[in-house]
């Protein structure tokens, strides 16, 4: 009886020795889906999401300073940044700083020009002129390479200045006196006023005429031609717009490049010769009995003035002048 009785303490035993390893085996087993549903003092609140660096921030430029704020450079970072805001410049303020930069270029390109004529009758229409004249008014050689057409420049800034010089002649009083003349006296005395400007350079001017008939520069000289001649129209009384108006500047452009060739050869004092020959040429050009003959001959002359048959004209300048 009492052998039975422990026998049956010791089965009881061994099968709560056996339910203990299940029964957490099986806790265990569930443990992980539970887990992560519930939370408990000891694993403590749940991890943060990642959080994103921050944006990289603009590189603050530092405003221009005017003289005497160099006493507040010691400025906080919100002052930093407000002052650069404040002081930014609008699109259109810089493209107007660009436009006075370029203006004030352009004005050192005036004054290199000007000063390189007066080494044109020693050096000629000349890139070694030019560098004379930037050294002259002190500004750097190096600009004369901004000019894309160096030669025809020089030439073109004069052939211009001259142009201007004679309309502010005429503003200036002579136009007055042009009011007592006859049309052939004010046409003839008008060319005069113009090519007396080209007798300093009259031993350099073949030298700018060959320039000047470059494919790549004979656009702009015949535009500047085309000018002067209608310049010289207007201020001659000159105000219609018929048919005659091409026909009277075409024939004056003519008279005007004949004129100038055939002052590359006068020897006379102060060229006396090529002023009768500007008069009886514009003299013949008015009347109308040698209307085709004159048109004929200064069609030649338009021709040799860019540079063309240049001893054509010149023979038959002094055929003329001998008969």
């Known amino acids: 009886m009492a052998s039975s009785l422990a026998a049956r303490r010791l089965l009881s035993r061994a099968a709560a020795a056996r339910r203990l390893p299940l029964s957490s085996a099986s806790a265990s087993a569930s443990a ?9 003092a000891d694993a403590g609140p749940p991890p943060p999401p990642p959080t994103l660096p921050p944006p990289p921030l603009e590189p603050a430029t530092e405003p221009p300073r005017s003289e005497g704020a160099g006493a507040s450079s010691s400025s906080s970072s919100s002052a930093t940044a407000g002052a650069g805001g404040d002081n930014r410049s609008s699109p259109g303020a810089s493209a107007g700083a660009r436009r006075q930069g370029g203006t004030g270029y352009e ?3 005036e004054k290199v020009l000007r000063a390189s ?8 229409w000349s890139e070694s002129a030019m560098v004379a004249g930037a050294r002259d008014v002190g500004i750097s050689p190096a600009i004369v390479g901004a000019f894309p057409r160096k030669e025809a420049a020089l030439v073109e800034f004069f052939m211009d200045d001259c142009l201007q010089q004679l309309m502010d002649r005429i503003d200036a009083g002579e136009g007055e006196q042009l009011k007592n003349l006859i049309l052939s006296e004010r046409l003839a005395k008008l060319v005069r006023m113009r090519l007396e400007m080209q007798a300093p350079y009259i031993s350099k001017w073949p030298q700018a005429l060959s320039i000047q008939s470059q494919p790549a520069n004979v656009s702009t000289s015949l535009k500047q031609r085309a000018v002067l001649v209608d310049e010289i129209w207007h201020a001659a009384g000159d105000t219609g717009s018929d048919i005659d108006w091409y026909v009277k500047r075409t024939v004056l452009g003519g008279i005007y490049s004949t004129s100038e060739v055939y002052m590359l050869t006068d020897n006379s004092p102060e060229f ?3 002023w009768m020959f500007v008069n009886r040429r514009i003299k013949d050009a008015l009347d109308l009995q040698k209307t085709f003959q004159e048109a004929a001959y200064l069609a030649e002359a338009v021709g040799a003035g860019m540079g063309g048959t240049v001893q054509g004209v ?10």
């Open 272 to 274: 006396r010769d090529t």
């Open 314 to 323: 010149l023979n038959r300048a002094f055929q003329n002048r001998g008969s």
């Open 117 to 124: 004529l007066l080494h044109v009758p020693r050096m000629g």
């Open 32 to 40: 992980p889906a539970v887990a992560p549903r519930r939370f408990s």
């Open 107 to 109: 004005e050192e390109q």
